[in-house]
């Protein structure tokens, strides 16, 4: 026979803490708090397994669980010394959900059950108090009437408000017992008119009639869509707990409270909590009346006037002390709880793990792992790594109010407010001025990138998580927020308009990148704070982590805020970026427009000594750390002039007309261009441009060995090769133009070259790769665009309808698909190791930064993964965590 029914109660549990799958987070931890003697109202759970079976079988219940639940129901009779259906002395009882993960109020809960014409004369003689008891009723009637007849509250809400327009009452609490009784007798003509029949007096229909409803509630759109945002799995079912009703309402020796065994927004290890005198756990959350501190310091500190429970309660307050000490150390962690005080005894309605800041978590899992509660790895393990995004960048103020315009995808995290402007040029111009400028572009491209950099944030109205805005934003730390299609932004009438509002150049907005926020007008932010338990706790990971982090970075600027966060080198260094300087851009204009090899190296010699600066800086800052280079890797049209001012600049300088061009531009534009003449095949074509980029870093390697006497660690690499013979020819390349320098110079310093692995013939190839290559360097953006045929500019107008449709479970361009993409990483890193065991091998996709994807990176024992400089710390946490998990 399966067991469909664990009772709990009276110190006694057929359940256990570690039963969540079986009985819900809630009815799990019910019977916990039971074992451990915590006084709970006494009930049972109905399991998540017959959830299951309901959903298999139309709807219906195994045959034995009636049995199961009138024996469980027997023995909370037996426990509250109160019978169920009973005229004198009723048992009441609530019927609520609970599920595996919590899922806050997305089902259905019914309280006050059991009551009707006769239970209701019971309980008024029980509590010596009519009101109260009518109160209870009407309640209990409307809950149950909206969540298991489905008739809407309006039709009762009405009602009141008739009642107490009528008598001339402002608040509920002004209605008399006869009043309520003359509500209750309403709302049940309201049952009849809707559903045809009277409300049901029999309290066994009644609670079967909750059952069915709280499992159906698994199945509402509300549940549905939460479980689609948090990752929670259809089939995982809910349990139904029926526990006694205990009455926080039943005069002044009553009240109901929520508390934290510690603070949930500091972490500080103090007590803190809310409560309300003579009153239900409904109104502390409603917010209806201003609740009470518990502590005498949690109401000093709330420069509260109301009594603290302390003080009024301190007998009560003592056991409630108590079992907050219980259950923290039996936890380990910080709970949650909800309590009860019916009649001067306290009832505990709830424990779990407590919902905390980022702050609360780091100061929590350092302080605990100081008290010996848990230890240094449980705290590594504690803090979710994605969640210290929230202290890396200014975030907005949570106090502070904001009318929100509407919002797009979360591609940059931190807040940002300042002037709106529509192009690069006038966000340089007014930053020049000292203003603080939000760029808001439909879409942006790389000549776009100096007003980015001045930028106090990017708005974007198309495009996705990987789209040029959205990367460049991220590698900066300038909060973005990207393809919010609300908007519509008109660069020359120069307005953004959502709806009817119509927003100027020079209006101020300001961009949550953390939620995909807009707002109007100036928010206050905060600033991050990094040092304190969050440097206490990124030690802690540090020493457990086997990969090394490196950071996506191109200008000094990003590799200094690199260094703070903690990178260990730069995984890719972008050398495009650094062509778009306006001093620089014409040069290249040149390079690009040039007939011949040697109008090409006439351009490309005066690129060089910016080029050299580039890389002399970078390398100082980086101090002998490892600095991986990239060779140059768009498709040259992104290069060209665009306005006929460019055009007519370029032809100037180049000596050639307007039309010439013109002409040439036309030929370049390619139909597919990230699969066009791009990455190594410009190396190909035109081997000068990389010799002058493998000159520039040698020389500037040469130098700064020199100045400072520490070599610096170039790794040259080759992007978008798919074959050996592409890379050998580059790698000629590059190792031609060391010796010549090295010679030149009289002074050799160490360097290394190899490829990005960034197509499926890489990854299928890298056996025969690898034995001129040596590192492989995973570009998991255009891996996963060329796996999936899908483009990282174009994909973010339906991934979402992916998403939502169960096709892809995350972004693919933001989380690894491990399976497909991924297969062809794990290919590359086999072959590539059969070939050269001690090949080096990382990340430096977008993927290098995400949690789920650094896990898999450790499982397939990358040595270091690569990310913008402000994810680095998510980055050292969650491969922390995965070496901890893997139990390297
Ligand atoms: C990649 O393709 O993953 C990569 C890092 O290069 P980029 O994003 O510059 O194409
Ligand atoms: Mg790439």
């Known amino acids: 026979m399966t067991k ?10 057929e359940g256990r803490a570690d039963m969540k799958n079986l009985l819900g987070g809630k009815g799990a931890n019910l019977a916990e708090m039971s074992n451990l003697g915590i006084n709970v109202p006494a009930g049972f759970t109905i399991t998540t397994e017959v959830c299951t079976w309901y959903y298999e079988n139309g709807r219906s219940y195994p045959d034995d669980l009636k049995g199961q639940v009138l024996a469980a129901l027997a023995e909370v009779e037996a426990l509250m010394n109160m019978t169920f259906g009973d005229g004198q002395n009723p048992l009441l009882v609530s019927v609520r959900s609970g599920a595996r993960a919590s899922m806050p109020g997305m089902m259905d809960t019914v309280l006050n059950l059991g009551l009707n014409d006769t239970t209701v004369q019971g309980l008024m003689e029980r509590s010596g108090d009519a009101r109260f008891a009518y109160d209870s009723y009407r309640r209990f009637i409307q809950m149950y009437s909206n969540v298991v007849l489905g008739i809407e509250s309006w039709n009762f809400e009405e009602i009141l408000d008739e009642v107490k327009d009528d008598r001339g009452y402002s608040l509920d609490t002004e209605l008399t017992a006869e009043d309520w009784k003359g509500v209750v007798a309403r709302y049940k003509e309201v049952v009849i008119r809707e559903q045809g029949k009277p409300f049901p007096e029999d309290p066994h229909e009644q609670l079967w009639g909750a059952i069915g409803a709280v499992f159906g509630s698994w199945m509402n759109q509300r549940a549905i869509t939460y479980r689609r945002l948090n990752n929670i799995p259809a089939d995982w079912g809910t349990a139904v707990n029926v526990q006694a009703m205990v009455f926080g309402n039943m005069g002044d020796d009553c009240a109901t409270g929520v508390c934290f065994s510690r603070d949930p927004s500091t972490g500080e290890n103090v007590f803190y909590g809310e409560y309300l005198v003579n009153a239900q756990g409904e ?84 302080e605990m792992a100081g008290e010996g509660l848990i230890t240094r790895d449980e705290a590594v393990m504690r803090v979710e790594p ?57 879409e942006t491209s790389p000549e776009d990138i100096g007003g980015m950099h001045v930028a106090q944030g990017i708005l974007t109205t198309r495009g996705g998580m990987t789209s040029h805005a959205a990367v460049v934003a ?4 300038t909060p973005c927020v990207a393809g919010a299609g609300e908007f519509q932004v008109d660069e020359h009438a120069k307005t953004l308009k959502i709806r009817d509002v119509v927003l100027h150049e020079g209006d101020i907005i300001t961009l949550d990148g953390a939620t995909g926020q807009v707002m109007q007008g100036s928010v206050p932010t905060i600033q991050p ?56 851009i014409i040069a290249m204009r040149r390079m690009i427009l040039a007939d011949d090899e040697a109008g090409r190296r006439e351009a490309l010699d005066s ?8 890389f002399i800086d970078l390398f100082t800052v980086m101090h002998g750390l490892p600095v991986t280079i990239r060779l140059l890797d768009p498709p040259l049209h992104e290069f060209l002039p665009h306005t006929e001012g460019e055009i ?63 070599a610096p660690l170039p790794e040259v690499m080759i992007p978008l090769v798919s074959t050996p013979r592409e890379f050998e020819l580059m790698k000629d390349v590059v190792d031609r133009t060391a010796k010549a320098v090295f010679e030149e110079a009289g002074l050799a310093v160490e360097y290394m070259v190899g490829t990005m692995i960034e197509l499926p013939r890489a990854a299928l190839r890298a056996g025969d790769i690898a034995a001129s290559a040596a590192f492989f360097s995973f570009g998991t953006n255009d891996l996963t665009q060329t796996t999936l045929g899908l483009s990282r500019d174009d994909a973010g107008s339906f991934l979402q309808t992916y998403q939502d449709k169960g096709i892809f479970a995350r972004d693919p361009f933001a989380s690894l698909d491990v399976d497909g ?8 890193v086999e072959r590539g190791r059969a070939t050269r065991p001690d090949i080096k091998l990382g990340i430096c996709g977008e993927h290098g930064g995400d949690p789920a994807s650094i896990r898999f990176c450790q499982k397939i024992g990358l040595s270091y993964v690569s990310c913008s400089p402000y994810r680095v710390p998510i980055a050292r946490l969650a491969a922390a965590q995965a070496a901890l998990q893997s139990g390297a």
């Open 607 to 614: 690129l060089l000594p910016y080029q050299r600066k580039d």
């Open 386 to 442: 994605e969640s210290l995004d929230q202290l890396l960048h200014p975030s907005l103020d949570p106090a502070a109010e904001r009318i929100v315009l509407s919002r797009g995808l979360p591609a940059s995290p931190g807040a940002a407010s300042g002037r709106i402007v529509f192009t690069a040029g006038v966000a340089e111009d007014w930053a020049r001025n000292g203003e603080k400028v939000i760029l808001c572009r439909t």
């Open 821 to 828: 993409v991924g297969e062809l990483v794990q290919i590359g």
């Open 648 to 710: 007519a600049e370029v032809a100037q300088v180049a000596g050639v007309s307007g039309k010439d061009v013109r002409e040439r531009t036309q030929k370049l534009v390619e139909s597919n261009p990230m699969l066009g003449h791009r990455g190594c095949r410009l190396g190909v074509s035109y081997p000068e441009i990389y010799e002058m980029q493998a000159r520039a870093i040698f020389e500037a390697a040469v130098e700064v060995a020199r100045e400072t006497g520490v």
């Open 283 to 366: 109104d502390v959350v409603a917010g209806i009346r201003t609740p009470q501190q518990i502590t005498i310091a949690g109401k000093e500190k709330n420069h509260s006037t109301l009594p603290a429970m302390e003080e009024v309660m301190p007998a009560l307050y003592q056991d409630l002390v108590r079992v907050r000490d219980i259950l923290e150390n039996h936890y380990r962690d910080m709970q949650d709880m909800e309590f009860t005080i019916q009649g001067g005894k306290l009832w505990m309605l709830q424990t779990r793990n407590g919902k905390r800041t980022t702050a609360a978590a780091l100061r929590i899992a350092v």
């Open 529 to 584: 704070e990094l040092t304190g338990d969050f440097a206490t706790l990124m030690g802690w990971a540090d020493e457990r982590r086997t990969m090394m982090v490196r950071a996506n970075a191109e200008t000094p600027d990003d590799a200094s805020a690199a260094r703070r966060f903690g990178a260990q080198g730069i995984g890719l260094c972008r050398t495009e970026h650094m062509f778009f300087d306006p001093r620089r």
């Open 474 to 477: 991220r590698g900066m730390g």
């Open 4 to 13: 469909w029914v664990y009772g709990f109660g009276n110190g006694m549990a």
